[in-house]
């Protein structure tokens, strides 16, 4: 016997057809650079995204075409997230936070053939553009000014497209849509590529009730940036839904997000607990000195996620009357893996159990195989104690990076994506990450590779060895800290041991946030058995 339901194929398109035609009248709002607010409706919306996916068939666009973009968070560039699509290219989105030699590199990496950039990153694209050629360079002009002779202008290509005349491009659900590098431990970058079928199958998942419980009613306000696994994949669930967008532009300051949330109280937001730390305190602050004044939007809830979530900073903005849910997953999973919510079970728990739990990364979300292998290869007991590395399936998650090999480090041979993280899952499925085996240091949100800076801090003719391991910081949830060994006779001055090898590694390429802000001296890096730096006693001595 054969279904008799129709196999028609999963697609953004039909995403933006329904924002332009069901919430034609709901907002969108973005905040720009001269810290005013600009409006368009989803009508708007459809008929520019749509003249985008146009403009970019006249620029030569070929299907699986990338199309890059280096964009704060704003209405035009969720025209990419749904225009380049429509076209039959892919959104490649750029991280407009890393060093310019790594973006050049990415680029090029990816092939990115269109670069779209707002004009206020115009400098940033000036430091790589030698490491890779366009060819063609649009650019927004975000900040109102004239875009510079010789870059193509969005606006005005936008203007001379036929929004109306344009045919989406020929696609079956499995073809390309967007795609994201992810920092790795050694070694380069690596790509991640999204499909009509992966996006709209998280789509649909991310908006449940037990998930983000995203509606058409809500005020979303987008502090994750859109070159961070999509958003999040939040932008794809308000289009579908014709949810109002507030999006941030580039103000990101924690006076400012307060600032904005006056103007624009949000039901809804997302973002790294860094940004909820800021504005916590940044809203206390205000407080103080002006009471009344400052108020937090009434009843917002926030998805907050990236990394560990404090119970402390759940309590207080539940003080306030705003509720912090948490998720955790990764650029490889789209990213929405694990949820954090009130199951049935816990109707009747007390409040401190309710703390404790959002205080977890929470249980598998629909649609994704989740489970903990110990160090054995046997799948931990779900008893909130055993610990093993997370490993996850399903049809939004990467089962490879873009033109590299398969390797067992990353997935296992029955087909389950390794990540790298360390947790526990207890008997309501819920799991608790306690520790990460990626030698990676997330500081505000944002990927450090300790081994990148060992790698560069012993190319220093005073260091014989170094490691390099995260401590606990309450702003930005990790920073690193580099313990050197000096080699016979060399006596860096300690006083001028963080300037000179901060120096050193800004020279190496390093981005400025990315130095560590501290160095010690030990006497020598501590080693397992087999040899390897032994950071586990390292952190041990410097547990912060
Ligand atoms: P994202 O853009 O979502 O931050 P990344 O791929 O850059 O995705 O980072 C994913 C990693 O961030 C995870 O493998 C994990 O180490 C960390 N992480 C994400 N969410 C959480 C969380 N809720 N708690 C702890 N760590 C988290």
């Not at 299907?63 to 699509?85: K, M, Q």
């Not at 054995?376 to 990076?401: H, N």
């Not at 800076?453 to 170094?466: Q, T, V, Y």
């Amino acid at each position: 016997m054969k279904s008799t339901m129709m196999d028609v194929p999963l697609s953004l398109n039909h995403l933006l057809d329904r924002a332009g035609t069901i919430f034609g009248g709901n907002a969108i709002v973005s905040r720009l650079p001269d810290k005013s607010l600009v409006t368009h409706t989803y009508a708007q919306y459809h008929r520019r995204t749509r003249a985008l996916a146009s403009a970019l068939h006249s620029l030569g666009l070929r299907a699986g075409d990338r199309v890059a973009t280096l964009s704060w968070n704003h209405h035009a560039h969720l025209e990419c997230y749904f225009g380049i699509p429509a076209a039959g290219g892919v959104m490649h989105t750029l991280n407009i936070r890393l060093a310019p030699d790594e973006i050049g590199w990415i680029a090029g990496d990816a092939q990115d053939r269109i670069l779209i950039v707002d004009d206020v990153l115009l400098p940033l694209y000036e430091q790589f553009a030698h490491l890779h050629a366009f060819a063609h360079v649009v650019v927004f002009p975000f900040s109102g000014a004239a875009v510079p002779p010789e870059f193509l202008d969005y606006e005005q290509l936008l203007a001379g497209a036929d929004p109306d005349g344009f045919t989406y491009a020929e696609h079956d659900e499995n073809s390309p849509t967007s795609m994201c590098y992810t920092s790795g431990t050694t070694g380069r970058p690596k790509g991640v590529v999204y499909s009509h079928r992966s996006t709209v199958l998280h789509t649909l998942v991310g908006c449940m009730a037990d998930c983000w419980d995203l509606r058409g009613s809500d005020v979303m306000l987008p502090v994750t940036p859109m070159f961070h696994a999509n958003c999040w994949g939040l932008p794809y669930g308000a289009v579908m839904l014709g949810t109002k967008i507030v999006f941030p532009g580039p103000h990101l300051h924690p006076d400012d997000l307060l600032d904005l949330m006056q103007i624009e109280p949000p039901t809804l937001s997302v973002g790294v607990p860094t940004i909820w730390m800021g504005l916590i305190q940044a809203f206390e602050r205000a407080q103080a000195q002006t009471p009344g004044r400052w108020k937090m939007p009434e009843g917002l809830r926030s998805m907050v996620g990236g990394a560990a979530v404090p119970e402390a900073l759940i309590r207080a903005f539940a003080r306030h009357g705003v509720t912090l849910g948490q998720g955790w997953g990764m650029t490889e999973t789209s990213p929405l893996a694990t949820v954090s919510y009130p199951r049935a079970e816990l109707k009747d728990a007390s409040e401190d159990e309710h703390f404790r739990r959002a205080a977890m990364a929470g249980c598998p979300v629909p649609l994704v195989d989740l489970r903990i292998r110990t160090e054995d290869g046997l799948d931990a007991p779900w008893d909130g104690k055993t610990q093993g590395e997370i490993q996850v399936r399903g049809p939004f998650i990467t089962g490879s990076y873009h033109e590299v090999a398969v390797t067992d480090d990353k997935f296992t041979a029955d087909g389950w994506l390794r990540t790298g993280d360390v947790a526990t899952i207890d008997e309501l499925a819920f799991v608790r990450i306690t520790d990460r085996t990626k030698d990676l240091i997330k500081s505000g949100g944002e990927w450090i590779s300790s081994v990148d800076l060992e790698n560069a801090l012993m190319a220093h003719p005073a260091i014989a060895e170094a490691a390099v391991i995260a401590i606990p910081d309450e702003k930005w949830s990790e920073r690193p800290l580099a313990c050197i060994v000096l080699k016979p006779g060399q006596h860096l001055a300690m006083i001028d041991v963080a300037g000179t090898l901060g120096a050193h590694l800004l020279q190496h390429g390093f981005a400025k946030w990315q130095v560590p802000d501290r160095f010690e001296v030990i006497d020598a890096v501590p080693r397992t058995s087999t040899g390897k730096f032994w950071k586990l006693k390292l952190r041990e001595r410097f547990p912060r």
